[in-house]
């Protein structure tokens, strides 16, 4: 829910009148130009604000620009605080910030990538940036401290962070403090010396102590500016100043506590009433004090307290927005709750009120919670539901549902079904189902209270169908695929010919159900139907996040060339998009890069991989955030590095959540697919018995993958130590796993299972029968020459399979690529091309270099490769390099002269 922003929190507060200058400490802020980060850190009440506000009021007009962010509660969401953040950075640079600006307030985008394209804006800038948050310590999500942490990491020398905060933020201050990147101002650095006690007390409160009675007051309150701030308001008037010096003792919370007992006391009645029910509110302005005190003359007190200097702070150059001092406004609260507790609740639903009449939902459902006004908080929640899903704001809703009572949430139907969604997320699959029927039940009683506005009504009416989808989830989930189908199947009866996203949904779990059974055909029929519902819905976040679904299911069916083409038409419509799609965008490149690497182009599965993690990978949706360890890594894998593999094994598998999507590749597999090519079998056999996987399991395509990788254990044992029964029971599972292939048209799985029946047959010494079985892989696989990986990860065996393949055969063409590529390759990476006269091509770089050796144009081989027309030119550039060339001609002729084509 994007709302307007409170301009006001974008001002440097204005500095008091008197004001002590402290030039001790404004040398300690300025040095911060070499720091990344200067750190103002105290309790309250130690002019943490007043001292950095000093600073930028005094910072030389050299081009620096100061952005300012007064933080508050409302802030503590991860959406709302980078746009004020961003907001507040354009305004200081004159729009130098704006593309990041644009990125976050047009519509919901993976933070990553807004603060990376925040970073290179910073970076571009010209002269010194500075951006101060003050009250740091209000925002506490471990989201904003993520980013604010890749924020300053990453930080150009000319910009620069001052945080205002009550307590260390959850970042890397020690790493920081050694690399001399911390400039830190702390409470006993901020403490009043008595030189400074003596002119605040004199010149900023008018006070004429002798200069016994400030030294006693400065060391009694110990340099605590708040504390001398009040002493000096209760001293007015005051004949026996000695005497209340005296008793001026206490701690913190006590000493507050009689100060402000004494300011309120010579108070006026109107006064004092109008300062204790206005403490309820965060932000002061007159129409909202009047509605919640319920006067005329908001305005008009909020310039009388200013002017009485009664802890008000002003947020606007206007006067039209305050403040109260945070420790002030605490004590009112404490008073009011002491002496009038039963109108606090009234004061907050008047503010709720208010805020939702002039559009602030935010603000309305905070004090409707704080009322305690169950019902309409659960009625504004309710209402904030389609803007809240359509900007992708769930953390904001999530956070309201965990400070509703449960059984308000259970008996609203629509914000159990956001709860049951939030669940599904987090894989906490046994409470879904049970707020499915809670809202299976709301919606079966009869409505009550005020008619639903026409949003609601709409809402209300397609539940019933976004409840059977969201069953079908669960199903999904716990691996039922007949319960995944009956519920997608219930939820297209119930879905209405235009309710394109239910309809879109129960399409998709059908698609999955099908898959699932390992019916591809079926799967791709009925997934691409969803995505046409995703697209008639115009939801083009799930549109395209469905690409990578939809390109598995084409891998599947043996058609890599088809899974590249959707990933490419993806990546052109996104990059034609700002705002959400772009959450999509990181796992187009995960995909992208799976395809890569099959083809044997380890650099370009690098390349997109460092893409995606550049574009916020961990901000996609959660049930996909494991992909991007898994794909990286096979790469590590591959490069030789098997340690590192099973540790991204391990990130991947705490990141994985059972979800929307079967589980096709279960991590574990993966990770004993990597110890059995590292010859680490224990392991890999202690998965299996764990596992419960043997070699006379009935087959399931949803066990594909490790009755798979048993065989591969299987055939290595054999290797390792004769059992010539082990080979016999792999051939045996793999000719059933083949029939069940084949009669589903899975050829991509054919062809594993051929590779893995040839290797079976070898290492029993039938070589010949290895031989024909290889054949058969290659010509009944749609396109062999898209995979690489495939057969040389299999590594020693499989080559010495590949050298016995006679030249003359068929299948020779196939063998001496793969040969070629893995002879000339590095042990590390096995993926580049060697000769002694050129400088190493991947084969990804050769494939691109035969082509160019024939009559396609540029945009013709483009699409040969299924890839952008930039791609290829990045492809050519490198080529020509390597070869020394500068043209396609001449990168030809070379290749021909020294033996590459």
């Known amino acids: 829910m994007a709302g307007p922003l409170i301009a006001t929190k974008l001002h440097v507060p204005t500095l008091r009148r008197g004001l002590v200058a402290r030039p001790r400490l404004l040398e300690r802020v300025g040095p911060g130009v070499d720091a990344r980060l200067t750190l103002v850190c105290a309790p309250a009440g130690f002019g943490k604000s007043t001292l950095v506000a000093e600073w930028v009021a005094g910072a030389p007009a050299d081009g620096r620009a100061v952005a300012w962010l007064s933080l508050?509660?409302?802030?503590n969401d991860p959406a709302t605080f980078w746009r004020y953040v961003l907001t507040a950075l354009a305004g200081a640079t004159d729009g130098a910030c704006s593309r990041a600006l644009d990125l976050v307030t047009s519509s919901p985008t993976a933070i990553d990538l807004v603060l990376t394209t925040l970073l290179n804006e910073l970076a571009a800038t010209p002269g010194q940036v500075w951006l101060v948050l003050d009250d740091y310590h209000l925002v506490d999500d471990p989201e904003i401290a993520r980013g604010m942490a890749l924020l300053l990491t990453h930080l150009p020398p000319q910009a620069h962070v001052v945080l205002c905060t009550r307590v260390d933020p959850d970042l890397p201050l020690a790493r920081w403090r050694v690399h001399g990147d911390l400039v830190e101002i702390r409470a006993a650095d901020l403490r009043f010396t008595l030189d400074e006690a003596t002119a605040y007390l004199g010149e900023a409160t008018g006070l004429r102590l002798p200069?016994?009675?400030?030294?006693?007051?400065?060391?009694r309150?110990?340099?605590?500016?708040?504390?001398?701030?009040?002493?000096?308001?209760?001293?007015?008037?005051?004949?026996?100043?000695?005497?209340?010096?005296?008793?001026?003792?206490?701690?913190?919370?006590?000493?507050?506590d009689y100060l402000v007992e004494e300011v309120l006391a010579h108070q006026p009645a109107a006064v004092r009433d109008f300062l204790l029910r206005t403490a309820v509110l965060d932000r002061l302005t007159g129409a909202l004090c009047d509605a919640v005190v319920g006067g005329d003359d908001g305005t008009r007190l909020l310039m009388t307290l200013e002017r009485e200097n009664l802890f008000l702070v002003a947020l606007d150059d206007r006067r039209e927005w305050f403040r109260y001092h945070h420790l002030f406004a605490d004590v009112l609260r404490v008073r009011m709750l002491a002496e009038q507790p039963d109108l606090v609740p009234e004061l907050h639903r008047r503010a709720s009120l208010w805020y939702e009449a002039n559009g602030s939902a935010d603000e309305a459902v905070r004090h409707a919670l704080a009322a305690r006004d169950i019902d309409r908080a659960v009625h504004l929640m309710e209402l904030a539901v389609p803007d809240i899903r359509r900007h992708r704001r769930e953390a904001l809703l999530l956070g309201w549902l965990r400070v509703l009572p449960d059984e308000a949430v259970r008996r609203s139907?629509?914000?159990?079904v956001f709860f049951a969604y939030m669940l599904m997320i987090s894989g906490d699959l046994d409470a879904v189902g049970e707020r499915l029927d809670d809202a299976d039940r709301a919606l079966a009683r009869a409505p009550g209270g005020p008619a639903p506005s026409p949003a609601e009504a709409e809402e209300l009416r397609t539940l019933p169908a976004t409840i059977a989808v969201h069953r079908a989830s669960l199903a999904?989930?716990?691996?039922?695929?007949a319960g995944t189908a009956e519920h997608a199947r219930r939820a297209l009866e119930l879905a209405g010919p235009d309710d394109h996203l239910a309809r879109g949904g129960a399409s998709g779990f059908l698609g999955l159900a099908a898959w699932a059974r390992g019916d591809v055909s079926s799967a791709l029929e009925t997934f691409t139907e969803a995505v046409g519902s995703l697209h008639a819905a115009g939801n083009l976040v799930d549109e395209l996040s469905s690409t990578p679904v939809l390109a598995d299911m084409w891998l599947v069916a043996g058609r890599p060339s088809a899974a590249r083409a959707l990933y490419v038409r993806a990546l052109e419509v996104s990059a034609a998009h700002d705002g959400p799609v772009l959450r999509a965008t990181p796992a187009l490149h995960v995909g992208l890069s799976e395809l890569d690497l099959e083809a044997g182009?380890?650099?370009?599965?690098?390349?997109?991989?460092?893409?995606?993690?550049?574009?916020?990978?961990?901000?996609?949706m959660a049930e996909s955030r494991f992909r991007w360890f898994a794909s990286m890594s096979r790469v590590a894998a591959v490069e030789g590095d098997p340690e590192r593999a099973v540790d991204l094994l391990h990130q991947a598998e705490q990141l994985y959540r059972p979800g929307f999507f079967p589980d096709l590749r279960p991590i574990a597999a993966m990770r004993a697919r990597v110890w059995i090519a590292q010859g680490n079998l224990a392991p890999a056999a202690d998965w299996a018995r764990q596992r419960g996987v043997s070699a006379t399991d009935e087959v399931a395509y949803l066990r594909e993958f490790d009755h798979l990788t048993l065989v591969r254990l299987l055939v290595a044992q054999h290797r390792a130590h004769p059992d010539p029964d082990a080979p016999d029971r792999a051939i045996r599972l793999l000719a059933r796993l083949q029939e069940?292939?084949?009669?589903?048209?899975?050829?991509?799985?054919?062809?594993?299972?051929?590779?893995?029946?040839?290797?079976?047959?070898?290492?029993?010494?039938?070589?010949?029968?290895?031989?024909?079985?290889?054949?058969?892989?290659?010509?009944?696989?749609?396109?062999?020459?898209?995979?690489?990986?495939?057969?040389?990860?299999?590594?020693?065996?499989?080559?010495?399979?590949?050298?016995?393949?006679?030249?003359r055969d068929p299948a020779g063409e196939h063998a001496r690529r793969l040969l070629d590529v893995a002879a000339s390759s590095d042990d590390r990476t096995g993926t580049?091309?060697?000769?002694?006269?050129?400088?190493?091509?991947?084969?990804?770089?050769?494939?691109?270099?035969?082509?160019?050796?024939?009559?396609?144009?540029?945009?013709?081989?483009?699409?040969?490769?299924?890839?952008?027309?930039?791609?290829?030119?990045?492809?050519?550039?490198r080529i020509f390099t390597k070869l020394g060339v500068t043209s396609r001609r001449a990168a030809v002729l070379r290749a021909h002269e020294r033996g590459v084509l």
């Not at 999904?476 to 695929?481: E, F, S, T």
């Not at 690098?606 to 901000?619: K, N, P, Q, S, V």
Request: hydrophobic share 40%.
């Open 832 to 877: 580049e091309v060697q000769n002694p006269s050129v400088e190493q091509l991947s084969a990804r770089e050769l494939q691109v270099l035969r082509l160019l050796d024939s009559e396609l144009t540029g945009p013709q081989i483009a699409r040969e490769l299924f890839v952008t027309l930039n791609t290829l030119r990045s492809h050519t550039k």
């Open 413 to 416: 139907p629509l914000l159990s």
């Open 72 to 75: 508050d509660s409302s802030d």
């Open 601 to 620: 182009d380890v650099a370009g599965a690098t390349r997109h991989l460092e893409e995606a993690a550049a574009l916020g990978e961990g901000a996609a």
């Open 476 to 481: 999904q989930a716990r691996g039922d695929v």
């Open 211 to 219: 200069a016994d009675d400030v030294v006693a007051l400065e060391q």
């Open 221 to 256: 309150t110990e340099g605590w500016i708040a504390a001398l701030q009040l002493a000096a308001l209760s001293l007015r008037g005051r004949d026996d100043v000695r005497g209340f010096i005296d008793q001026f003792t206490g701690t913190d919370r006590y000493l507050v």
């Open 740 to 807: 069940a292939a084949e009669r589903t048209g899975r050829d991509g799985s054919l062809l594993e299972i051929h590779l893995l029946t040839a290797l079976a047959q070898d290492s029993q010494g039938a070589r010949r029968d290895a031989l024909r079985t290889l054949g058969q892989a290659w010509s009944r696989a749609p396109e062999p020459q898209a995979y690489v990986r495939l057969f040389l990860d299999e590594g020693a065996p499989l080559r010495e399979l590949l050298r016995a393949v006679d030249r």
